[in-house]
């Protein structure tokens, strides 16, 4: 049973299901279906790593909390 917080989603939460359907590396082109992205938080934004498993390359994000 899902809990509701009201106010839906967040542009985080968007963004976050943005990038876990976006998990194909750009280096060797394997998909990532069973990964996702590692956010960090860090001051005012927030990091996104994905490491692939198929050839190692990390690929990163930042995300701005505030627009
Ligand atoms: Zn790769």
Do not use: N
Not at 8 to 15: F, K, Q, S, V
Not at 47 to 65: N, Q, W
């Amino acid at each position: 049973m899902a809990i509701k917080h009201g106010r839906g989603t967040t542009p985080l939460d968007r963004l976050r299901t943005q990038y876990d359907r976006d998990l194909r590396c750009r280096e060797c082109g394997f998909e990532d279906t069973d990964g996702g992205w590692q956010a960090r938080t860090t001051g005012d934004r927030v990091s996104y790593r994905h490491v692939c498993p198929s050839c190692g390359a990390i690929e990163t994000r930042t995300l701005k909390l505030h627009d």
